[in-house]
């Protein structure tokens, strides 16, 4: 079965510090990867994507993103978090179904901590 | 460039009672999604218009919620009767394209609370 991952439902890091939030996928053939972040009270943001190309994908509020084809995985990360970085962060995987139509998964999300 | 349009913000309904929700996308946006979020959980897709056309819909409870989008612009999300169970956050969101990379902008959402 098709499925995304997130598997920490909480991610603690102290500002300053680098972070990474985790995320592994199993689909069918290649897949479009997406991170989204939403703030308290406020609807989702789209922050990065991949779709080919550089395993490294750059996007918004200083994030990155690493795609690695043989882990299944992309991760999302940051060199150096801030406090406003708190929130929590959805990855999603779009692919081409059996019925060759699109389909799009999203992982359960992953609560990112910022302490001071 | 505007974003996505929601209204109401927030909702206080009764069980048994109707409730409907209005989005406009983003202009150009040929995709629309309505989603459902539970607190603390990702959203899950109720159903997902391509112009004024439904390509799924699997996940709607169809005997209590329909939506609509007419002249493939603004859409309606409607529930009746609605259950405790509804009380979730009502996402919309749109796209250029209803598949390959394109990525989709969210409204503010609706908060539902059925009491």
């Known amino acids: 079965a098709q499925s995304v991952a997130q598997p920490e439902d909480q991610v603690n890091v102290a500002e300053g510090n680098p972070l990474t939030v985790k995320c592994t996928y199993s689909?069918?053939?290649?897949?479009?990867l997406f991170w989204y972040v939403q703030y308290p009270n406020r609807g989702l943001q789209f922050l990065l994507k991949?779709?080919?190309?550089d395993n490294l994908v750059k996007g918004s509020y200083g994030f990155e993103a690493e795609f690695n084809k043989s882990q299944t995985s992309f991760h999302l990360k940051k060199p150096s978090a801030l406090v406003s970085d708190s929130a929590l962060y959805f990855c999603?995987?779009?692919?081409?179904?059996?019925?060759?139509?699109?389909?799009?998964?999203w992982g359960a999300g992953t609560k990112l901590i910022i302490k001071p | 460039e505007a974003g996505v349009a929601q209204s109401p913000r927030y909702k206080i309904i009764e069980k048994r009672q109707s409730v409907a929700f209005w989005c406009n996308p983003i202009?150009?946006?040929?995709?629309l999604y309505w989603y459902q979020q539970i607190l603390g959980q990702g959203p899950k897709l109720l159903i997902q218009?391509?112009?004024?056309?439904?390509?799924?819909d699997s996940q709607l409870p169809k005997d209590r919620f329909s939506a609509e989008r007419l002249k493939g612009v603004d859409s309606t999300l409607k529930i009746q009767p609605a259950k405790l169970e509804d009380s979730a956050v009502y996402l919309c969101?749109?796209?250029?394209?209803?598949?390959?990379?394109?990525?989709?902008?969210f409204g503010p959402g609706t908060r539902l609370t059925v009491t």
């Open positions: 969101a749109s796209s250029l394209g209803a598949g390959g990379p394109y990525e989709q902008y």
């Open positions: 202009s150009g946006h040929a995709t």
């Open positions: 218009f391509q112009n004024n056309g439904v390509v799924d």
């Open positions: 689909v069918s053939g290649n897949p479009y």
């Open positions: 991949y779709i080919t190309g």
């Open positions: 999603a995987v779009r692919f081409r179904g059996m019925d060759s139509n699109y389909q799009l998964i």
